[in-house]
């Protein structure tokens, strides 16, 4: 009972919640870079948060079927195919032993989530299966899927049919807004520089990728070339000696020595992802007491949000 890798599309990783409670260790987070199309898949599978799924960035995905089962792909907004028909995004299907599931490239966002009933059935390392490429650990191999990879899966069709119904989908542009919690550092960029950050239209860099979005814009200056190394959170804000931002993510390292903004929160952090190269990036300061609220109202709503029933296929 299985899911096998025709091809694996530009980069195909298994994917649960992440990896907490290792950065002792060296060990960063990994997870889902889209936080709310992974988590909106589970709900619509019927799955606990934590089960694994299918991260796939900028398409060309193709897997064949070896059982019955419930299948769902939620986030970028790509076409998808089942034995060459199209079949809606953000909607549980029935599939059976046989079916060919595609995956073209998206048309806006980057990243898909390609889920299955009760999850893919990986061993978890280090309490999880999140895959982390530069430290080789999670998914089947500590790698990238690759042709005729073996996901196995549990064959259920007893679950409802269900979808996110249009108005409540996610919808992803081109430019984004990322609210930032200034950190104690931003003492050291002067009210010039602060203005520069937050008055600036970033362009998001060729060399963004799970480790960090690279962000290029003009030169922001600092009065101190570097700290102590210290430990980093998701969203935090790096300005490096070239003076371009980059916003660490999910596969960012655990420590570091360079100054910081502040961090963007991680609702936004989540969001960003969905930029590909060329995306515009602004920023917004925003109080901790209100990326507190913001972050339970969004929670809130992912809970909350009314799943349509469908009929049966």
Not at 104 to 133: E, I, K, M, W
Request: charged letters at 20%; proline letters at 7%.
């Amino acid at each position: 009972m299985s899911l096998r890798v025709r091809q694996p599309g530009v980069l195909s990783l298994l994917q649960d919640r992440g990896r907490f409670g290792q950065h002792h260790l060296g060990l960063t987070t990994g997870g889902p870079m889209d936080l709310e199309a992974f988590l909106l898949c589970q709900r619509l599978l019927g799955n606990s948060a934590d089960c694994t799924l299918l991260e796939c960035s900028f398409g060309g995905l193709e897997v064949e079927v070896d059982t019955d089962t419930l299948l769902c792909v939620t986030g970028a907004d790509a076409p998808l195919l089942v034995n060459g028909e199209p079949a809606d995004l953000w909607t549980t299907h029935r599939v059976h032993k046989g079916d060919r599931v595609q995956l073209g490239h998206p048309q806006r966002g980057c990243r898909n989530y390609l889920g299955v009933v009760d999850g893919f059935q990986v061993t978890p390392q280090f309490g999880s299966t999140a895959t982390v490429l530069r430290e080789g650990i999670g998914g089947l191999r500590g790698e990238k899927l690759a042709p005729d990879d073996v996901l196995p899966c549990r064959s259920d069709t007893r679950r409802p049919r269900l979808c996110v119904p249009p108005a409540e989908r996610p919808h992803y542009a081109g430019q984004l807004t990322v609210r930032v919690v200034p950190g104690y550092q931003q003492q050291h960029f002067d009210r010039l520089q602060q203005r520069r950050f937050y008055s600036a239209a970033w362009s998001v860099s060729q060399r963004a990728d799970r480790m960090g979005y690279r962000l290029e814009g003009p030169v922001i200056r600092c009065d101190i070339a570097g700290i102590v190394s210290e430990g980093i959170c998701l969203g935090a804000i790096q300005v490096p000696a070239d003076g371009q931002p980059i916003v660490l993510l999910n596969d960012r390292q655990t420590i570091g020595g360079y100054p910081k903004l502040g961090s963007a929160i991680s609702i936004d952090a989540s969001r960003m992802s969905q930029l590909s190269p060329g995306g515009t990036v602004h920023f917004a300061a925003i109080s901790p007491h209100a990326a507190h609220n913001a972050l339970h109202m969004h929670h809130w709503r992912l809970q909350h949000l009314p799943l349509q029933p469908l009929p049966e296929e």
